[in-house]
């Protein structure tokens, strides 16, 4: 007896495949159309940054974002590496809670390795993925002007203006600027800024949809030693209910507190990511489910 039907041809599983990854960018589609065009601000820090299989899934990400007409900008740190070039130098880095005291000694090299290295590896790096980057400092264009934080911190800078023009230009250009944490100080010296701190004024002055910071962690924990703490989702409001407690701290804060004041000045949503986890930035930009903790405004709908 016959069923009418052919038998399975040897194309079949091979299509299904096919199909299941049309699948997978059709449900990337309404996420494509919702951030066409707008700018996203990507705090790029932590093992992401040193990791050569993450430096490259993060490139592949960053061109991909530029690709379907989103418009990334990319704040780097390099805390570690300007460490290790003051020891290979035979001075030893100095902190008060958490920021570098930034002698002339200090700065100059802070200049040189931030503009000098990192900012350019990760041009090139970039690059090689096919994005157009290009590279700037923060002292570019008058991008970033700062003021002394604290004078017994030396040219640590606290962001006193922006101005975003320069980037503007590089978007008219089709051009992935890559910002260099440094700034001009009103007394027209080189500052050093923190990165955190930097994205999110950097994507309140350029009214970014999303300020991203790229960290080590899965995102934020209610209590840093309960891995089942991790906050996948909260508003504004409770964000802040959450600095109030006190148990953000290190790294974190500077993050979570430029995330209240990005929201608070209309940036609609910022993320908290693994950048140990390969595609950590499109898997929370184009999947409905996210990775990370995301913060978004009061009322929002998610
Ligand atoms: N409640 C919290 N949830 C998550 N992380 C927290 C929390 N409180 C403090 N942290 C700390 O914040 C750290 C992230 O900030 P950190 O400055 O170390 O990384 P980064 O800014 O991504 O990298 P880099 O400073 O090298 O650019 C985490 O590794 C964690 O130890
Ligand atoms: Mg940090």
Redo the contacts with the bound molecule.
Sequence with gaps: MTTGHSAPSPMKPRIAATMGKAKILMEAMPFIRAFHGSIVVIKY??SAMVDEGLRHSFAGDVTLLSLVGIRPVVVH?G??QISDAMRRLGLEPKFVNGLRVSDDETIKIVQTVLAGEVNPDIVRLLIGHDARAAGITGIDGRLFTAEPKDPALGYVGKVAEVDPEIILGMFEHGLVPIIAPLARGRDNRVYNLN??TAAGKLATALGAKKLV?????E????D?NDPTSLIQRMTLSELRDLLATG??????LP?LESCVTALESGVARAHILD?QIQHSLLLEIFTPEGIGTMIYQDGAEI
């Design positions: 820090g932590g740190g805390g570690p990165a955190d910071y790229l960290t080590d962690v995102g934020i924990y209610r840093l148990t953000i701290n290190a790294g974190m993050k950048g």
